[in-house]
């Protein structure tokens, strides 16, 4: 599956922007679905993700309250809302999707087979 991430912007401290991740050519169904970032200097994280069943989300714990995962299978779309913004989660923002994650390594970037390029989120103080 081809992944095409969007959304991204230069926001305020405590604004908010939502991510949208689309699939080409096919839906999510059966996939893991996962959003990382990735800092300047610093390594790829989790942010927030699906299992295969979409049946649960899953939140790193620096988000969990502020961030929301949502699914539309109508248009096979993944959203990040991100609400209360700071600067410290100025990063790239990347989507992913596997049919092969099990989930207890749905935090782990090395699950991930398919990857959308990047979208910049900036947060200024």
């Known amino acids: 599956v081809q992944l095409q991430a969007s959304g991204g912007g230069l926001v305020q401290a405590g604004g908010s922007l939502r991510l949208s991740c689309a699939a080409s050519g096919r839906t999510f169904r059966g996939y893991a679905m996962g959003w990382f970032r990735q800092a300047p200097g610093k390594e790829r994280e989790f942010v927030a993700g699906f299992p295969r069943s979409h049946s649960a989300t899953y939140y790193a714990d620096d988000v969990k309250g502020r961030f929301t995962i949502s699914i539309d299978n109508t248009k096979n779309t993944v959203f990040l809302q991100m609400n209360s913004l700071k600067p410290e989660d100025t990063a790239v923002y990347y989507c992913?999707?596997?049919?092969?994650?099990?989930?207890?390594?749905?935090?782990?970037?090395?699950?991930?087979?398919?990857w959308g390029q990047g979208t910049q989120v900036t947060v200024s103080s």
């Open positions: 992913a999707a596997s049919t092969s994650v099990i989930t207890s390594s749905i935090r782990s970037s090395n699950s991930y087979r398919n």
